[in-house]
T-cell receptor, first 118, second 112 residues
Framework: AQKITQTQPGMFVQEKEAVTLDCTYDTSDPSYGLFWYKQPSSGEMIFLIYQGSYDQQNATEGRYSLNFQKARKSANLVISASQLGDSAMYFCAMREDSRDSGYSTLTFGKGTMLLVSP | DGGITQSPKYLFRKEGQNVTLSCEQNLNHDAMYWYRQDPGQGLRLIYYSQIVNDFQKGDIAEGYSVSREKKESFPLTVTSAQKNPTAFYLC???????????FGSGTQLSVL
């Protein structure tokens, strides 16, 4: 089973509107972290926002917020007031903390392509 | 400015040839990673390293090799055993494996 599922291959939004990118995850680990990254056409991955499994409040970073619903195992990214420069691929990723090796790595979803139109 | 440098940006491999992708970081991070990205796919972990002279296989390590002789450097060799090497390769680093990753700008590897 996939650990990270992003069901929207592509999303369209008009400039200045808000958009929600979906992410669901699967883990039995009580301690984990959820990340969102942006990948513009240049290829570099840019960190946007982080949510820890024990965080009581939803994370926010400027125009980005994370709608964390732990019982539903969802961590949707909300971008408010979309800008043309927001057009990019967006990846959700999960870190599971209780590994036998003592190390922890990120597992990525397949991504959602967001296109912002004028 | 601190960051991660990957080189070259584009690389071509002939059949049966080994090629090495470079990754250097000056962020003083302990952990480094190599990911592979195919079109329409997410990132898949090839190898990662928590400390110098130690590294672990990721989900798709077959046909690849790495070394970590210096903290700043984590080169990836794509061997001739990797039958489908065409992909975009991303190197990353983090303070520890529990922290967010910082990425380089990637290397596009193609087979001639």
């Amino acid at each position: 089973a996939q650990k990270i599922t992003q069901t929207q291959p592509g999303m369209f939004v008009q400039e200045k509107e808000a958009v929600t990118l979906d992410c669901t995850y699967d883990t039995s680990d009580p301690s984990y972290g959820l990340f969102w990254y942006k990948q513009p056409s240049s290829g570099e991955m840019i960190f946007l926002i982080y949510q820890g499994s024990y965080d009581q409040q939803n994370a926010t970073e400027g125009r980005y917020s994370l709608n964390f619903q732990k019982a539903r195992k969802s961590a949707n990214l909300v971008i408010s007031a979309s800008q043309l420069g927001d057009s990019a691929m967006y990846f959700c990723a999960m870190r599971e903390d209780s590994r036998d090796s003592g190390y922890s790595t990120l597992t990525f979803g397949k991504g959602t392509m967001l296109l912002v139109s004028p | 400015d601190g960051g991660i440098t990957q080189s070259p940006k584009y690389l071509f491999r002939k059949e049966g040839q080994n090629v090495t992708l470079s990754c250097e970081q000056n962020l003083n991070h302990d952990a480094m990673y190599w990911y592979r990205q195919d079109p329409g796919q997410g990132l898949r972990l090839i190898y990662y390293s928590q400390i110098v002279n130690d590294f672990q296989k990721g989900d798709i390590a077959e046909g690849y090799s790495v070394s970590r002789e210096k903290k700043e450097s984590f080169p990836l060799t794509v061997t001739s055993a990797q039958k489908n090497p065409t992909a975009f390769y991303l190197c990353a680093s983090s303070i520890s494996t529990y922290e967010k990753l910082f990425f380089g700008s990637g290397t596009q590897l193609s087979v001639l």
